[in-house]
């Protein structure tokens, strides 16, 4: 029994561990892909490591009328986000830290350090800061109904709202075609775009002042803080993208905490994260920009796509 | 969780992706996608009917689907994109209620269409009596879609899509009615579809527009 326990342990800071190391790796795949689908030369897969590196050895600096929140925020916000990495299944489903937290209190946990990060950027009083901070926070509540409704979808189909069950129970179930689940995986793309500020909502790339929404929020930080928050944001990618990976191509995780099962598990994982990383960097080349006030109605799509998924479950049953 | 028939499994996707494409349509702006989308829901409707078909055993069914394949996917857009060059009414003027408040509006006559329709499938025994809900949320839909529209086109892509969803109605309840009744319809259809391109050229005529909004002034000046 205690054997085991120490290999769920294991498994549980591999996933961890995973997520802290590979989330900037993703990051520069996407950009990477990006750069390629456009025919620019792309920057090397490491350089989101080596700007986070160069952050983290500036000094830093702050406003002078800045409170404490503004401090711990980004503190706040990488910690949330390594949280929620622990709670998602992404190489195994054997999770000690997951029966804390299921789909709904993950959400709840992404809410957080959207709410942090929103005070955080209000905090100076500088008007981009506020502005930014104001977009986010209509996206926010936009997109998580939308989530919700994905997670509430996946629930149903597995009667769970954990994500290990769900993933279990999803690899497991016979093949077929299943409208529900692929409105949901459109929902969930598209929630995924808008939560990671990617294009058609916001572009990452650009500091172009009427357009941004989180580099706006960013603005004010420098240094170790600006760095933590730029890796929360690679995170937040990751963890979106395993949430994926649970719900709607659940196979090839480790059903046990075997190490030769966690073995075999881990080039699918990759495997799987440079699927995802292509088809993100495809749909944001092939996408435009939407104006900011176009962006509730194409959360509003993702929201209808999600419940048509759950209306269909509910009644065709497929 | 048992595994349904494949053909059966195509068939629930068919429906889904017709409720996709009325839901398509209530937030279609441009009136050439618009026309599109029926042809595109025309398809769907006949590989259903082809599907059905072929799984019954029903005869009839596959002249039905020949019916749907020339008239809701060749003919009528072919007029409907004829009609749009002629007239030059490409994009519709923003529709009464905005985008996103008419997709929640439409998610609620889809809960309410399947509530409605619970009792019918309960009786009906037919191995699609399930999408019949669709069925009644596509014919709801495209009320929604003529509701909130002004240009006379959209109206009639509206009118033609509900056509559509009576028609799946009727194929999932009972597989089809009776050839009689479905040849009187599609002719129905046909005929109205000429007149009302007549009528889209006088209505323009008169008021240099075809925006239906014009003809609630016609009531004469007390």
């Known amino acids: ?318 | 969780m048992t595994a349904l028939p494949l053909d059966l499994q195509i068939l629930n996707a068919l429906a889904a992706l017709l409720l996709l494409v009325s839901f398509a349509m209530l937030s279609q702006r441009r009136i050439v996608t618009l026309v599109s989308l029926l042809a595109l829901q025309g398809a769907l409707l006949c590989a259903a009917t082809l599907l059905l078909a072929w799984r019954t055993g029903e005869n009839h069914l596959y002249l039905s689907a020949a019916l749907t394949l020339a008239l809701k996917v060749i003919f009528l857009p072919w007029l409907l994109y004829r009609l749009i060059r002629r007239l030059g009414v490409y994009w519709d003027t923003e529709p009464l209620l905005n985008i996103s408040g008419t997709m929640l509006v439409g998610l609620l006559i889809v809960v309410f269409a399947f509530g409605l329709a619970q009792p019918i499938a309960a009786l009906a025994s037919t191995a699609m009596r399930s999408a019949i809900g669709i069925a009644v949320a596509v014919v709801l839909l495209a009320f929604l879609t003529m509701i909130t529209r002004r240009k006379a086109m959209s109206q009639v892509v509206g009118f033609l899509s509900m056509e559509n969803g009576l028609f799946f109605g009727a194929m999932s309840a009972t597989y089809g009615m009776p050839m009689i009744v479905e040849l009187g319809v599609a002719l129905d259809v046909l005929v109205a579809m000429l007149v009302l391109g007549v009528f889209f050229f006088q209505i323009r005529e008169q008021f240099d527009s075809l925006d239906l909004h014009h003809l609630e002034a016609l009531k004469e000046e007390d």
């Open chain 1, 1 to 318: 029994m205690n054997a085991v326990t120490a290999l769920e342990w294991f498994t549980q800071v591999l996933e961890v561990i995973t997520a802290l190391a590979a989330a900037p790796l993703l990051f520069g795949w996407v950009n990477q892909c990006r750069a390629w689908l456009q025919n620019r030369s792309a920057p090397s897969l490491l350089q989101p490591y080596r700007s986070i590196r160069k952050l983290f050895h500036k000094d830093a600096v702050l406003a002078t009328n800045a409170s404490p929140l503004f401090r711990i925020a980004p503190y706040v916000i990488f910690g949330t986000m390594a949280a929620a990495a622990a709670v998602i299944p992404s190489v195994g489903t054997h999770l000690p830290f997951t029966p804390v937290a299921d789909g709904i209190a993950l959400v709840g946990l992404l809410a957080t350090a959207r709410v942090f990060q929103a005070l955080a950027a209000m905090d100076v009083g500088t008007a981009f800061g506020t502005l930014g901070a104001r977009r986010e926070m209509m996206i926010g509540f936009l997109a998580e109904p939308a989530l919700l409704m994905v997670i509430f979808v996946a629930s149903l189909l597995s009667a769970s709202t954990a994500l290990p069950a769900i993933a279990e129970q999803l690899a497991s179930q016979a093949v077929g075609i299943y409208p529900s689940l692929a409105f949901t995986a459109v929902a969930f793309t598209m929630v995924l775009l808008a939560e990671n500020a990617r294009i058609p909502v916001d572009n990452p790339a650009t500091h172009l002042e009427l357009t941004m929404i989180h580099e706006a929020m960013l603005l004010e930080y420098s240094a170790r803080h600006l760095a933590l928050l730029e890796w929360a944001a690679t995170l937040k990618l990751f963890n979106y993208t395993c949430i994926g990976f649970a719900l709607f191509a659940p196979w090839g995780t480790a059903h046990s905490e075997t190490p030769q099962a966690l073995l075999a598990a881990l080039p699918i994982f990759g495997l799987k994260l440079l699927v995802a990383g292509g088809g993100i960097a495809l749909v944001e080349t092939l996408s435009a920009k939407l104006r900011v006030f176009r962006a509730p109605e194409f959360l509003a799509t993702a929201f209808l796509f999600a419940v048509l998924g759950l209306l269909v479950r509910l009644l065709l049953g497929a």
